[in-house]
């Protein structure tokens, strides 16, 4: 499976997605016009690769700002992780976000309820 | 055009406390450089947190405009909108306005009116089966508010104000909306 990499833009993040090492990693801001259309591909891509996949997967989580489009696309990707951690390979997700961040903490405490299959790992980071 | 004009202008918008403001074509690489300009304004913000729910509702305010805006209004290509941020009372607001077709007026009230009588848990419980829901963009469903529209009132302190008014120039076919938020 080659790996995925999408330059992050004003409005779409960065997405680094090793699959030849098994970390996954999403980076930037969220808010492209159509975020079906961005993150289409990418899901479809994650979908052949955790058919195939035979090893733990490390999720980095480093979004700063998705908007409610987005968050939706976001949420089918932990779901297909979730289900995958569930009865295939352990899917560890690193959510590394900055501490006084409460939107992105509530948005992952809901992941963590929401996804109990995945390992739920929250990293702080203080503000720069 | 007298050089007071923008004294005036300017001392008017200080007066309304606004931060920003933009009149004119929307699209999303506009409402990418509004979002660069707004950030850095916040850059140096007391309160991060709240600036950053500030941006999110911005964000979904105006690409909401984008997305209601009808296409041809005058023929042309180009939509537009008007947006304004500013800080009162130590509250910040945002007021958006655009062009809707006439056929979504009531479908828009509804949704509002629904969501303001929601309290903060019904609002979080709405967006959580929305989240869940197998509609796709989160936006699209006719029995729900949409996930926009929750995240703005989400961290709103105040009932979502609206406000229709009709064109007459197109034969009523479409309506002016101003939406505002107070956080």
């Known amino acids: 499976m080659e790996d995925l990499y999408i330059r992050a833009t004003n409005d779409s993040p960065e997405v680094d997605f090793k699959y030849t090492f098994n970390q996954l990693t999403m980076s930037g801001e969220a808010y492209p016009e159509d975020a079906s259309r961005f993150f289409y591909p990418i899901i479809m891509g994650l979908v052949d690769f955790l058919k195939v996949n035979t090893k733990p997967i490390n999720f980095n989580f480093k979004l700063t700002y998705f908007n409610s489009a987005s968050t939706k696309m976001l949420f089918n990707i932990f779901q297909l992780l979730n289900e995958h951690s569930a009865h295939q390979q352990t899917v560890t997700l690193n959510w590394i976000y900055d501490e006084e961040d409460d939107t992105i903490k509530d948005f992952g405490d809901d992941i963590a309820e929401e996804f109990p299959s995945l390992d739920f790992n929250a990293v702080t980071i203080s503000a720069a | ?183």
């Open chain 2, 1 to 183: 055009m007298e050089i007071d004009l923008f004294s005036s202008f300017k001392n008017q918008a200080l007066e309304k406390g606004i931060v920003f403001y933009y009149s004119g074509k929307i699209s999303q690489n506009a409402i990418a450089t509004m979002g660069d300009v707004l950030k850095h304004r916040f850059e140096n913000s007391e309160n991060p947190s709240s600036t950053r729910k500030v941006f999110s509702s911005f964000i979904e305010m105006i690409q909401n405009a984008l997305h209601y805006s009808p296409q041809s209004l005058d023929g042309n290509a180009e939509k537009i909108g008007a947006v304004a941020v500013g800080k009162q009372d130590g509250q910040y607001f945002i007021i958006c306005g655009n062009v809707v077709g006439r056929e979504f007026v009531s479908r828009i009230s509804d949704k509002i009116d629904m969501v303001n009588g929601m309290s903060k848990e019904e609002v979080k419980a709405a967006y959580k089966a929305q989240l869940r829901s197998d509609d796709t963009t989160g936006d699209e469903t006719s029995k729900g508010a949409g996930l926009g529209l929750l995240t703005i009132a989400r961290d709103s302190a105040l009932p979502i104000e609206y406000h229709f008014k009709s064109i007459a120039e197109y034969d009523n076919q479409y309506s002016e909306l101003h939406l505002k938020t107070i956080l």
